[in-house]
C-alpha cells in the first residue's frame, strides 16, 4: 500500500505559479512510479505528467507541456509539479497517483491521493 497527501493548491491569477507536492509513505519511494493528474468539472480525469522512479523518465500531457515540471525527491519521499504561466483552462483537481512499477501507468494506477484544488482566475 501506498499512501499520498497533496498539497499545494490554491486561488491564483492567469499567468502565475503554482508547485504542487505529494508526500508519500508505506514502501520504498524509488521503487514507485509517480504522476499527475488533474479533473476539471464536468470532465474526465485526464494525465497530466508522470515520472519513473529515478526521476530518468519524464512524461508530460501537450496541455502542460513547456509549462509545468514534475520532479520528485525520493530522500523526502516527495512528489512535485511545478505549475507556470497558469491559464484558467488549467482549474482542476490535481491527483497524486502511484503505481506498483517503476513507470506508472496512465491508464490505471494502483494508489491514489485525495485531491488538491487549483483554481486560475481570469
Known amino acids: 500500500q501506498v499512501q499520498l497527501v497533496e498539497s499545494g493548491g490554491g486561488l491564483v491569477q492567469a499567468g502565475g505559479s503554482l508547485r504542487l507536492s505529494c508526500a508519500a509513505s508505506?514502501?520504498?519511494?524509488?521503487?514507485?512510479?509517480m504522476g499527475w493528474f488533474r479533473q476539471a468539472p464536468g470532465k474526465e480525469r485526464e494525465f497530466v505528467a508522470r515520472?519513473?522512479?529515478?526521476?530518468?523518465?519524464?512524461d508530460y500531457a501537450d496541455s502542460v507541456k513547456g509549462r509545468s515540471t514534475i520532479s520528485r525527491d525520493n530522500a523526502k519521499a516527495t512528489l512535485y509539479l511545478q505549475m507556470n504561466s497558469l491559464k484558467p483552462e488549467d482549474t482542476a483537481v490535481y491527483y497524486c497517483a502511484a503505481d506498483n512499477s517503476f513507470v506508472l501507468r496512465k491508464s490505471a494506477p494502483a494508489y491514489w491521493g485525495q485531491g488538491t484544488q487549483v483554481t486560475v482566475s481570469s
Open positions: 515520472i519513473s522512479g529515478s526521476g530518468g523518465i519524464r
Open positions: 508505506g514502501r520504498t519511494f524509488s521503487n514507485v512510479g
